[in-house]
């Protein structure tokens, strides 16, 4: 699954490609928001990445479209 977590005052998005349901990582940020902590997700590999809560902008949770190529009408 990838996330995509917005972050203040920071010109490019980070993007994580996590084994976590969606469900887990609304949970998590939800969490992490209310208790103004920190965003702690492990990605794919095994690396962990930790955003502070305050400086989180937006959080976008969702697959990328696979398989397409061409346009689209």
């Known amino acids: ?16 490609d996590t084994s976590e349901t969606a469900e887990a990582v609304e ?3 939800s969490d992490a928001v209310g208790s103004e902590g920190v965003l ?8 962990k990445i930790i955003v ?9 949770i969702g697959g990328a479209l696979a ?4 346009f689209r009408s």
């Open 52 to 60: 502070p809560a305050s400086r989180i902008a937006y959080v976008e």
């Open 67 to 70: 398989g397409q190529v061409g």
């Open 27 to 29: 949970k998590m940020v």
């Open 1 to 16: 699954m990838e996330v995509k977590i917005g972050i203040q005052h920071a010109p490019r998005e980070l993007v994580v």
């Open 40 to 47: 702690a997700l492990t990605d794919s590999k095994g690396r």
